[in-house]
């Protein structure tokens, strides 16, 4: 058998990937067909294992709440819109509600994804995609025809996902993405240290962003690194630092020497920090454009909202590394 392997399984009636990486003793599960949801991530090292990523005990058995476990994908918006409407392109745009707190993180958390190709040279590697079209059809949910593809390639310590995303229409697409990542924190939450590259925040009324951007309170120092403590989080970071086009965020356990590493590319603009209420993880989100941009780009604010034409691309990505 090779260093690497993709096992292809079922769990729960879904259809299930195993990516591994023997060399380096780690393992990510991938729930294809419920969100394309990496779920698992566990790495072995002088007979320990540990799973750096958070989920609910039987959630890839009978998964629910996708927006609150596993690394759920945000498409074609992450996090909010302002009641779920906006104008683009001439057009006004309503979006039915679909979670209990409004409109929120897209629509392909817990969609069907299908496996397009299956590799292991030089990597434990799937390509995974969805349309609009197997999303109930474009106009039932975002009424702009796209393809999304997440290549998630697995490699000594990291696990890389690399997005393309494809206008299928005539019109433009537009579009923000992100991941909502739940990392696991075993032991006190306290305990561990946060590392987020950011300089700036944006201002947030009730989760929404007034277009002000603010300077980080000199008694926060994200981008130095301090310990999370009794610190609660829920807030969207930018003016991005980033070291050869990529940001590096962590957070560590300094006695055990546990570490995450979590790096995106330039294309990620925003960082969401988020701590659930049941602090037993923490989430870093990298977003490509802020909360509820489809509405901040019309009054002239720089939210990040991107557009692409007719049969044009969008490639981007993040690296998850359990080091």
């Not at 990516?19 to 990510?28: F, H, M, T, Y």
């Not at 945000?74 to 745009?93: A, Y």
């Not at 946060?194 to 009324?205: D, N």
């Not at 980080?216 to 991005?240: A, E, K, N």
Request: proline content about 9%; hydrophobic content about 35%; glycine content about 10%.
């Amino acid at each position: 058998m090779g260093r690497f392997s993709v096992d292809g399984t079922s769990i729960g009636g879904r259809a299930m990937r195993i990516l591994r990486d023997s060399d380096a003793g780690i393992e990510a599960r991938i729930l294809v067909e419920y969100g394309n949801n990496c779920h698992s991530l566990v790495r072995t090292r002088r007979g320990e294992s540990w799973d750096y990523i958070h989920a609910a005990p039987g959630f890839a058995e009978r998964p629910s709440d996708p927006s609150g476990n596993g690394t759920p994908i945000l498409f074609p918006f992450p996090n909010r819109i302002r009641d779920g409407r906006f104008r683009f392109g001439g057009k006004d745009v309503s979006l039915p509600v679909h979670h209990p707190e409004g409109v929120i993180h897209g629509h392909v958390m817990d969609a069907p994804w299908r496996v397009d190709e299956t590799a292991t040279d030089g990597a434990a590697r799937i390509r995974v995609s969805i349309d609009s079209s197997d999303i109930g059809g474009p106009g039932a949910t975002w009424p702009f025809p796209y393809s999304l593809s997440v290549t998630w390639s697995l490699l000594g310590p990291c696990l890389a996902m690399e997005f393309e995303i494809r206008n299928t229409g005539a019109a433009d697409l537009p579009f923000g993405i992100g991941i909502h990542p739940y990392f696991r924190l075993p032991g006190p939450i306290d305990d561990w240290r946060l590392r987020v590259p950011v300089r700036a925040r944006w201002e947030l009324v009730a989760c929404m962003p007034t277009g002000e951007v603010l300077p980080i309170d000199p008694g926060l120092p994200l981008s130095q690194g301090l310990p999370i403590g009794g610190r609660v989080f829920d807030d969207v970071y930018t003016d991005v630092i980033r070291v050869n086009g990529r940001s590096t965020s962590t957070i560590e356990h300094p006695s055990s020497g546990r570490r995450l590493r979590l790096e995106a590319d330039s294309s990620f603009r925003e960082i969401v920090v988020y701590t659930p209420p049941h602090r037993q993880s923490i989430s870093i989100e990298p977003y490509t454009c802020v909360t509820d941009a489809f509405n901040l780009a019309p009054r002239g604010i720089d939210a990040g909202m991107r557009a692409i034409g007719k049969s044009e691309r969008f490639r981007a990505g993040v690296w998850m590394c359990a080091e």
